[in-house]
């Protein structure tokens, strides 16, 4: 016998009861991005390299170790998408959307893929919600975007959330403080970790992410780049807080938060739950007002973030696995051949009338099909027989003779609207 194949590592099957908790998400995330003017988009899930590869950043984690690429039969370079903010300024540009009234508000619900050290909560294909507003600069959209955020996460019930925010400037002002971060990785160089110290030309700041022990000593003692923003990038920040406080969202200023992708600019934020174990981010993002240059279109301003499906599931605690509806279980006395045939018409007629119904299809006796109706949570169960039809209410135990299929529907869908 051939080996039996499983799902890839670090995959998961979607089954109906999680299918039905995710569906819940995705509701109240539709609900609240899309009550603000977010609009739906869906990009492919593979995007040429180069798109990543510019706007995620060379010397990121994404783009050195976690990106599925592949040639494809006509030798281009094709990545499954490790993100989903590059491919909507791609998109953006693409269909010339700087036309349209701005900012342009966009959310999505897509996969996406990383080649990580599969654990609880991280994944090598998993999910994100995003929102994404195009086209301007104001604090306001900042701080709109953080409040959308927190919201669904409040109302997903996720448990001690925390919101820690920061200011990374622009790459002008970066420019100056990443050469003070520079030399003082050099002093400590050999406190540090390999790994951090070969990045120290490429991407100094992410050394503020290290767990080394050594590291750790060497960054707390490093300079901030909050205290090197100039008085532009500090009046954006303190606007962003000021709203942040009017709509009475908690957070924390913290100025080692750098984020895993290089095209941030101002405003970085994360959400965090107690909920979580090491995997603890729910979702973050910022501003980032160069990436659509850097795709090769003209300056184009952005902020948004992404928050991870599976991680807002693992940290709402009290989300109800909503049940499934069925209002009519047509079942069969005899099953023969004729019964069969009507049991089907009955099926197709209630369900065209807007009843959701099942059909017994595997033959069980009538005990048995009470059995599965019960389990299907039934309202109504309708039996065919030789002398007509019966409608069972499965709540009351009332049994009635009915002359017609329309009848039988046309009594369960009164019940339905009693009880609603
Ligand atoms: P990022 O795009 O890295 O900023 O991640 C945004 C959010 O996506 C995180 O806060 C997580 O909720 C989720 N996320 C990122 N990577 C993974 C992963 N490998 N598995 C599951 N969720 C992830």
Known sequence: MSERLQAPRGTFDVLPEQSALRAQVEEVARRVLESAGYRRIETPAFEDTDVFRRAVGASTDIVQKEMYTFEDAGGRSLTLRPEVTAPIVRAYLEHGMHKLAQPVKLWYLSSCFRYERAQAGRYRQFWQIGAEALGSDDAAVDAESILLLHTILAELGVAGMRLRIASLGTPASRAHYRELLQDHLRRHEDELAAEV????????????????????????????LMDHLDDADRDHFASVLGMLEAAHIPYEVDGTLVRGLDYYTRTVFEFTSDALGAQSGVGGGGRYDGLAEQLGGSPVCG???????????????????????????????????????????LAAEARSAGVPTQLELAGRSLKGQFKQADRCGAAYVAILGPEGIELKDMQTGAQESLDTSAAVVAHVLRGRHADA
């Open 197 to 224: 110290r070969e990045r120290i030309d490429l991407n100094p700041l992410r050394a503020f992410d290290s767990d080394h022990p050594g590291t750790r000593t060497v960054m707390a003692k490093a300079p901030v």
């Open 303 to 345: 902020m948004g973030w992404a928050a991870g499906v599976e991680r807002m599931l693992l940290a709402a605690e009290h989300l109800p696995v909503p049940e499934p509806i069925c209002d009519l279980y047509v079942a069969m006395a005899q099953g023969t051949p004729a019964e069969r045939v009507q049991a089907f018409a």
